[in-house]
C-alpha cells in the first residue's frame, strides 16, 4: 500500500438524478418498493458516495491496487426529487493499516441529504482474486 495515503485526502463529486436512480428503479427485484414516492433512492445514494471515495483514492493507489467498501454507517435525512444534482463530499479522516475511513456528505440543490463514515480496504491485487475464485469453485461443488 502506498504510504501517501493519508488523512485529509478529499473529493467532490456531483451527478444530476434520473429517472435510473429513483426508489422505484429497483421495482423489477423488490417488488415491495413499487408504490415509494419518485425520490433518489438511498442505496444510491451510498453507492454515490462510495464513488466519490474511490475517485478520491484513485491517484494514491499503487499500480494494481484497488479498494472494497467494508462498511457503511449512513444517515439519508431528506429526499431529493428527479431532476436535482446531488454533490458528494468526502474526505479520509482516519488510515489503520489498510483500512480507510471517510467522513461523507452529501447535499441535493436544498440541503444535506445524507451524511456519515464510508470505511473501504485496500485489497491485495493477488490475494483477493483467489479467494473470489475460491468461493466459486465451492459454489459450483455444492
Known amino acids: 500500500m502506498n504510504n501517501s495515503i493519508n488523512p485529509g485526502i478529499a473529493h467532490t463529486l456531483s451527478l444530476q438524478v434520473n429517472d435510473h436512480l429513483l426508489v422505484d428503479a429497483f421495482t423489477p427485484?423488490?417488488?415491495a418498493l413499487a408504490d415509494m414516492p419518485?425520490?433518489?433512492a438511498t442505496a444510491f445514494m451510498v453507492g454515490f458516495m462510495e464513488r466519490a471515495c474511490i475517485e478520491a483514492l484513485k491517484p494514491y493507489l499503487l499500480d494494481g491496487e484497488n479498494t472494497v467498501g467494508t462498511h457503511v454507517h449512513l444517515s439519508h435525512v431528506a429526499p431529493t426529487p428527479m431532476g436535482m444534482k446531488v454533490t458528494a463530499q468526502v474526505e479520509l479522516v482516519e488510515v489503520k493499516s489498510r483500512t480507510l475511513r471517510?467522513?461523507?456528505d452529501c447535499y441535493d440543490d436544498c440541503d444535506l441529504i445524507g451524511s456519515g463514515f464510508h470505511e473501504?480496504?485496500?485489497?491485495d491485487p493477488v490475494r483477493f482474486p483467489d479467494k473470489v475464485r475460491k468461493k466459486s469453485i465451492?459454489?459450483?461443488a455444492a
Not at 120 to 123: A, S
Open 120 to 123: 473501504r480496504t485496500v485489497i
Open 102 to 104: 471517510f467522513r461523507v
Open 29 to 31: 427485484q423488490f417488488s
Open 38 to 40: 419518485p425520490v433518489f
Open 138 to 140: 465451492a459454489l459450483l
